[in-house]
């Protein structure tokens, strides 16, 4: 599988490979299967007789029931452990000019840079009364549509979703920087948009000249206006599409409309 990713890139000009990653879909647990089936064949035949036999005696058919009610849970379970997806095998590299993507029984299919149209982090602490940890997914969506994602059943999916969030980045920040420019409106998630003059979601707008600290926080992005400690605007971060394109034009626009950053200053 590898060979023929590293084909297609080569083939596609994608330049050096800078990562692979490949999950590891769950196995059906078969043991557990035929325990739960054995189980429900045993109880069942057993909650029969004790209906029968109670029936017979004295008309307490329903003696059985608790015994069919355990077999009819086993076997739902063992259908549900036979039946449910466990996942296709894939495998994702990273190169330096973008993606390519393999399915197991499938070919391998590239993704430049400039044809997606998205990246996204969902990174989230799960905390529980014995501990926590952290879930990782990386949401690349294609222009072309469909979703590409690697979580957590992908060994170095961290390393993974940060460099190919920052290789996204640095080809994708330059052209919406050009875009605004000419006077387009860049609009993130549906949460946020851009523009020549500012950022602000719907009617509430701040010009580049008044932004302030723009800072990750508890899975939100606080907007600050310059000089005021309060919060003018939050947003969800977790899941934001171009999150870091858009601190990245941020940065930029802020930066050119700094009286004390820009041209001739000091």
């Given at each position: 599988?590898?060979?023929?990713?590293?084909?297609?890139?080569?083939?596609?000009?994608?330049?050096?490979?800078?990562?692979?990653?490949?999950?590891?879909?769950?196995?059906?647990?078969?043991?557990?299967?035929?325990?739960?089936?054995?189980?429900?064949?045993?109880?069942?035949v057993l909650g029969?007789?004790?209906?029968?036999?109670?029936?017979?005696?004295?008309?307490?058919?329903?003696?059985?029931?608790?015994?069919?009610?355990?077999?009819?849970?086993?076997?739902?379970?063992?259908?549900?452990?036979?039946?449910?997806?466990?996942?296709?095998?894939?495998?994702?590299?990273?190169?330096?000019?973008?993606l390519v993507r393999?399915?197991?029984?499938?070919?391998?299919?590239?993704?430049?840079?400039?044809?997606?149209?998205?990246?996204?982090?969902?990174?989230?602490?799960?905390?529980?009364?014995?501990?926590?940890?952290?879930?990782?997914?990386?949401?690349?969506?294609?222009?072309?549509?469909?979703?590409?994602?690697?979580?957590?059943?992908?060994?170095?999916?961290?390393?993974?979703?940060?460099?190919?969030?920052?290789?996204?980045?640095?080809?994708?920040?330059?052209?919406?920087?050009?875009?605004?420019?000419?006077?387009?409106?860049?609009?993130?998630?549906?949460?946020?948009?851009?523009?020549?003059?500012?950022?602000?979601?719907?009617?509430?707008?701040?010009?580049?000249?008044?932004?302030?600290?723009?800072?990750?926080?508890?899975?939100?992005?606080?907007?600050?206006?310059?000089?005021?400690?309060?919060?003018?605007?939050?947003?969800?971060?977790?899941?934001?599409?171009?999150?870091?394109?858009?601190?990245?034009?941020?940065?930029?626009?802020?930066?050119?409309?700094?009286?004390?950053?820009?041209?001739?200053?000091g």
């Open positions: 599988m590898t060979d023929a990713i590293a084909g297609t890139a080569q083939e596609h000009q994608l330049g050096a490979r800078q990562m692979l990653v490949e999950n590891n879909p769950k196995r059906r647990p078969w043991l557990l299967v035929v325990l739960m089936g054995a189980v429900g064949a045993w109880t069942f029969l007789q004790i209906a029968a036999e109670n029936q017979n005696k004295d008309g307490t058919w329903y003696f059985g029931l608790p015994m069919l009610t355990v077999s009819m849970l086993a076997l739902a379970t063992g259908a549900w452990l036979l039946l449910r997806r466990n996942g296709t095998k894939t495998w994702v590299a990273w190169y330096e000019h973008g393999q399915l197991a029984g499938g070919p391998p299919v590239t993704y430049p840079w400039d044809e997606i149209r998205s990246v996204a982090r969902q990174d989230v602490k799960v905390v529980q009364q014995i501990g926590s940890y952290m879930t990782y997914r990386l949401l690349v969506v294609p222009a072309a549509g469909g979703l590409i994602v690697v979580d957590n059943t992908y060994p170095g999916v961290l390393d993974f979703a940060e460099g190919v969030s920052e290789a996204f980045t640095h080809v994708r920040a330059p052209q919406d920087v050009a875009r605004l420019d000419a006077g387009e409106r860049l609009d993130f998630g549906g949460l946020i948009d851009l523009n020549a003059g500012g950022l602000g979601q719907g009617g509430r707008r701040i010009g580049w000249r008044e932004l302030g600290k723009i800072e990750l926080k508890q899975g939100r992005m606080n907007i600050h206006r310059r000089g005021d400690p309060r919060v003018w605007l939050t947003v969800p971060a977790v899941g934001l599409p171009n999150l870091l394109v858009l601190l990245s034009l941020a940065d930029t626009l802020r930066r050119r409309h700094d009286p004390d950053e820009g041209p001739g200053a």
